[in-house]
Each structure stands twice: as structure tokens, then as C-alpha cells.
């Protein structure tokens, strides 16, 4: 069962998709059996990747909505085969790893 973790983030959607579809910066914030993976883009009007191991059990979705602020909000979807506790901890800490991606990013542009 997959666990999911939520986050707001102060950038605007393009630049929160774009660190985390930027394949220079995965390793900042990917779990490590993902880092090697493409990022899937999804097609239509909103910014949403995949990531997967090939025959594996680990997948990540990433999707950014825009907020009235100007922000964007972050949605994790992280599946793999680790007990659940363990599996939501590691979610969380995946999404605050692409949120100081997101906010190092947007610092240095």
C-alpha cells in the first residue's frame, strides 16, 4: 500500500515540477533504488511525474497544484516494499528533501 505526504511550497508550480523532473537534482531528493529512474511526465493540463524501478517493486508520483497564494502545493506518492510505519516516514522525508530542492533552487535563480 502506498503512503503519500503533502507539502506547501513558496514557488510558483513550474519551478517546484521542474526541480523535481531536473535529473541533476534527483539525488538531493529521490530514495536511492529511484535516482537512477526517468522521470515519466504525465500528459495533460496539470504537472505530474512517475518514477520506477524497471521489474522493481519502488514508485514515486509527484503532483504540483497551484495555490492562491502564488505557491504550489507538493503530493508524494511513494510505494515500495517496506513495512508501512517505515514507508510513511520515508515519504515525508522524501517530500521535505524535494521541498529544500525546490527552495534552493528557486534561491539560486
Same mark, same amino acid.
Given at each position: 500500500?502506498?503512503?503519500?505526504?503533502?507539502? =506547501? @511550497?513558496?514557488?510558483?508550480?513550474?519551478?517546484?515540477?521542474?526541480?523535481a !523532473?531536473?535529473?541533476?537534482r534527483?539525488a538531493a531528493?529521490?530514495?536511492?533504488p529511484?535516482?537512477?529512474?526517468?522521470?515519466?511526465?504525465?500528459?495533460?493540463?496539470?504537472?505530474?511525474?512517475?518514477?520506477?524501478?524497471?521489474?522493481?517493486?519502488?514508485a514515486? @508520483?509527484?503532483? @504540483?497544484?497551484?495555490v492562491?497564494?502564488? =505557491?504550489?502545493?507538493?503530493?508524494?506518492?511513494?510505494?515500495?516494499?517496506?513495512?508501512?510505519e517505515?514507508?510513511?516516514?520515508?515519504?515525508?522525508?522524501?517530500l !521535505?528533501?524535494l521541498?529544500?530542492? @525546490?527552495?534552493?533552487?528557486?534561491?539560486?535563480?
Open positions: 500500500m502506498p503512503a503519500y505526504a503533502e507539502r =506547501g @511550497v513558496s514557488a510558483p508550480p513550474e519551478v517546484a515540477f521542474g526541480t !523532473t531536473d535529473p541533476d534527483r531528493w529521490l530514495p536511492g529511484l535516482r537512477q529512474a526517468s522521470a515519466e511526465p504525465a500528459h495533460g493540463d496539470h504537472l505530474q511525474a512517475r518514477w520506477s524501478t524497471a521489474g522493481g517493486p519502488w514515486a @508520483v509527484v503532483q @504540483v497544484y497551484p492562491q497564494a502564488g =505557491g504550489a502545493m507538493l503530493h508524494l506518492e511513494l510505494d515500495c516494499d517496506l513495512p508501512h517505515q514507508l510513511t516516514r520515508l515519504a515525508d522525508e522524501t !521535505t528533501s521541498v529544500r530542492a @525546490v527552495t534552493d533552487n528557486l534561491n539560486a535563480g
